[in-house]
């Protein structure tokens, strides 16, 4: 499985934006996908992840409420929207996909968050 992310870029605090996770490969729905990020100087921080078919949903204390976790199978996307933004979300932002852990990672996408 090869995992794209993309949708970052530069936003003011306060707005939005919507990542995507586009995968290869047909059994991307049997997997758990989860969003993770990495500030400069910091340790990977867990975002949020989403689960198989039944599309259950979890969330990081620093994100909940603020952050959306959603997939479309049918497209092979994992979406992870933004709102509320903060400077401190500056980051790179990556998707990751398993079954039972994260074995595919994808090569992360930039958000910046100007106060």
């Known amino acids: 499985v090869q995992l794209q992310a993309s949708g970052g870029g530069l936003v003011q605090a306060g707005g939005s934006l919507r990542l995507s996770c586009v995968a290869s490969?047909?059994?991307?729905?049997?997997?758990?996908v989860g969003w993770f990020r990495q500030a400069p100087g910091k340790e990977r921080e867990f975002l949020a992840y989403i689960t198989k078919s039944e599309g259950s949903t979890y969330y990081g204390a620093s994100v909940k409420g603020r952050f959306t976790i959603s997939r479309d199978n049918a497209k092979n996307t994992v979406y992870l929207q933004l709102s509320s933004l903060k400077p401190e979300d500056t980051a790179v932002y990556y998707c990751a996909a398993g079954d039972d852990s994260y074995d595919y990672w994808g090569q992360g996408t930039l958000v910046t968050v100007s106060s």
């Open positions: 490969g047909r059994t991307f729905s049997r997997y758990i």
